[in-house]
């Protein structure tokens, strides 16, 4: 999920930190649970509702569950949809990918992750479309270290997207993280290096790379959530909650 509040950066404490780590295991376990059930035949909604139960049954919240009226709980985007796609009766078709993003609250503290599933045999280029999502992503992951600026990740991750001959979106972006889903700052896609505030050890981010094989121009449909390519070509999202450390970030959602 992408929409931030206006707030400053916080720092977490070590004992925040290890609540957040727990939170990220959860979200992690989730997403593999996912990935063994988004087959040819199953509707969207069954993937949220075998979420739903196991978060809680872990002793966890959906973060995403009511977070500004948002029905569900993850966001299940097929195929040209890009982020916030509402679960409902839509059957997952062999050939599709669909972007699952997850977010749990435990303790007070949140973790947010995504994953681009395919859904059976995919044909070759939404492979390399995922494939591509993946690796900026990891490109983006290598920039969170004390001492870089924000948007040496921003730029990172175009980078690699652009350079494949792939899009990024440029409307949504993905959020610091902690105590609420969506914190300062914003960590966009897209941008020039060496700017943006400093990080700093401690600091915890959601880094999302949102990939669109044609355009990244997209709209909202009529039900105020789904947003889709304006060109309806595939989309891929993934993204990992990280923290900002002194040499290397450590990823707490995979």
């Excluded at 175009?158 to 993905?174: L, P």
């Excluded at 915890?204 to 959530?225: C, K, R, Y």
């Excluded at 947003?227 to 990280?242: I, L």
Aim: charge should be negative; glycine fraction near 10%; charged fraction near 30%.
């Amino acid at each position: 999920m992408s929409m931030v509040k206006e707030r400053r950066i916080s720092i977490k404490t070590q004992e925040e930190l290890e609540v957040m780590r727990r939170a990220g295991r959860m979200t992690a376990e989730v997403l593999r649970l996912l990935q063994t059930e988004a087959k040819p035949g199953v509707a969207t909604r069954k993937l949220d509702e075998i979420a739903e139960e196991w978060i809680r049954s872990e002793g966890g919240e959906p973060a995403f569950k009511g977070y500004y009226g948002y029905p569900a709980s993850i966001c299940a985007s097929v195929n040209e949809e890009v982020v916030h796609g509402i679960p409902g009766f839509r059957v997952l078709k062999e050939g599709d990918i669909v972007g699952i993003d997850v977010g749990v609250k435990l303790d007070g503290f949140c973790a947010d992750a995504a994953r681009t599933l395919a859904v059976g045999v995919i044909e070759a280029e939404s492979r390399r479309l995922m494939e591509v999502t993946q690796e900026a992503l990891a490109e983006g992951i290598r920039r969170a270290v004390e001492g870089n600026r924000l948007q040496d990740i921003s730029w990172a991750v175009q980078s690699c997207v652009e350079g494949h001959g792939f899009s990024v979106v440029r409307e949504y972006v993905g959020h610091g993280i902690g105590r609420e889903l969506h914190e300062e700052p914003q960590v966009p896609n897209f941008g020039k290096p060496h700017t943006g505030p400093l990080l700093v050890a401690g600091m915890t981010l959601a880094i999302e790379p949102m990939v669109n094989m044609g355009t990244f121009q997209v709209e909202v449909l009529s039900d105020g959530w789904t947003v889709v390519t304006k060109d309806r070509r595939r989309s891929s999202h993934f993204e990992e909650t990280v923290i900002v450390g002194t040499k290397e970030a450590e990823v707490i959602t995979r």
